[in-house]
């Protein structure tokens, strides 16, 4: 197993409780802790600690009796079935599971893989996050700019619930210290959700004093501004970018057969197609036969027929094929212990969707705390 992903995490959760003799799992991954992408903005806005926000992945493998390695993966040898790592020595495998999520697209904006932040890997992102709000905490009275690169739910999240946060460090009376912005590409934020949603996200935008640049492409970035291509320079003292997801390069290199953008292309069994015995789940892989958008409900409910297709492939039975839903209820937290729900073409913003996004998530993170 490469990677620690939600499909993973939830894979080897109810491998420990049906596991079949015999079986040796090797669990590659660069952190020990790895983060559940539905608490994570509500971390930001310190509504949650970084344990309630984290998979412990070292207590997990011990539990399944896994091995765990620590390191990265930057090659696969499917001729001799080995996973290169940039640290261990190789490791062979017979079947491989690759859910390693996806990074920002940051090289394609000159200055963009220097200066900015990307929100992925995670503990990077939450280094800056952390070093930032220490800043704001010894100099409050100081002015701080912010900018956010991308109009996605990713974005839009973490802008919401950075200025929640940074507003109770600095208090409502130094609203005026804290300058957001958040620069979108497309003509609405949120395009893949329905209109209501994309209208009323600007009036919360508005209200909450995040400056909106709709229309914008990035063409250039600086040490201290942002160069747009309708002749805008925005400034910044921290700049975060939350692009379009793109794939690590050594998996377009793989002889793995891969999408125009370079993400693992699998069958309904999230067995590669052209390497049956690898899988691929998570944002890494494309279905070739579901078009879908890159978000971790669909990780989570892949970790089921995930678990289930090892289990038969392993013991020889034929594989179940796992079809996605075509709607799915989007749940996003607006920082201030509310969140907008979208489902199909309806849209509303409440407390109560909130309550419903925190029991759902903190269900999703009991499954695992110690309980065998």
């Excluded at 394609?108 to 900015?116: I, L, N, Q, T």
């Excluded at 609203?175 to 003509?187: A, M, N, P, S, T």
């Excluded at 201030?336 to 199909?344: F, L, Q």
Aim: some cysteine; hydrophobic content about 40%; proline content about 5%.
């Amino acid at each position: 197993m490469i990677g620690g992903g939600h499909a993973h995490a939830i894979a080897l959760n109810l491998w420990r409780r049906k596991p079949l003799p015999g079986i040796t799992i090797t669990l590659i991954s660069d952190v020990k802790q790895t983060p559940y992408s539905g608490m994570l903005p509500g971390h930001v806005a310190g509504f949650y600690s970084y344990e309630e926000t984290h998979i412990n992945l070292a207590n997990l493998c011990q539990l399944v009796g896994a091995n765990l390695i620590i390191d990265q993966a930057v090659d696969l040898d499917l001729d001799n079935n080995q996973v290169i790592c940039r640290n261990h020595e190789p490791i062979s495998f017979d079947y491989l599971s690759i859910d390693i999520g996806s990074t920002p697209n940051i090289i394609a904006v000159p200055g963009a893989a220097e200066y900015a932040i990307p929100a992925k890997p995670v503990p990077q992102f939450l280094d800056a996050w952390r070093n930032l709000l220490a800043t704001v905490k010894n100099k409050p009275q100081s002015r701080i700019k912010l900018a956010i690169v991308g109009g996605g739910a990713g974005g839009v999240e973490l802008a919401l619930n950075m200025q929640a946060r940074l507003m109770r460090e600095i208090g409502k009376n130094n609203d005026d210290k804290v300058e957001i912005h958040l620069i979108h590409r497309g003509y609405q934020l949120l395009s893949e959700h329905n209109l209501w949603v994309s209208k009323h996200l600007p009036k919360i935008f508005l209200k909450k004093r995040i400056i909106l640049h709709l229309k914008t492409q990035v063409t250039a970035v600086k040490s201290d501004h942002i160069i747009c291509d309708n002749q805008k320079n925005i400034a910044y003292d921290y700049l975060f970018w939350v692009t379009q997801a793109s794939a690590p390069q050594w998996i377009k290199n793989s002889q793995l057969t891969t999408d125009n953008q370079g993400f693992i292309l699998v069958k309904d069994t999230l067995c590669s197609v052209s390497h049956p015995h690898v899988f691929a789940t998570g944002d890494i892989a494309t279905m070739e036969n579901y078009a879908r958008p890159k978000a971790g409900v669909f990780a989570v409910r892949q970790g089921q027929p995930l678990f289930t297709n090892w289990q038969r492939m392993i013991t020889a039975q034929p594989l179940i094929s796992y079809i996605p839903q075509k709607r799915y209820l989007a749940l996003i937290g607006t920082g201030d212990k509310k969140a907008i729900a979208s489902w199909g073409s309806w849209g509303w913003q409440s407390s109560l969707f909130w309550i419903l996004k925190d029991y759902i998530d903190r269900k999703f993170m009991n499954l695992f705390k110690n309980k065998y």
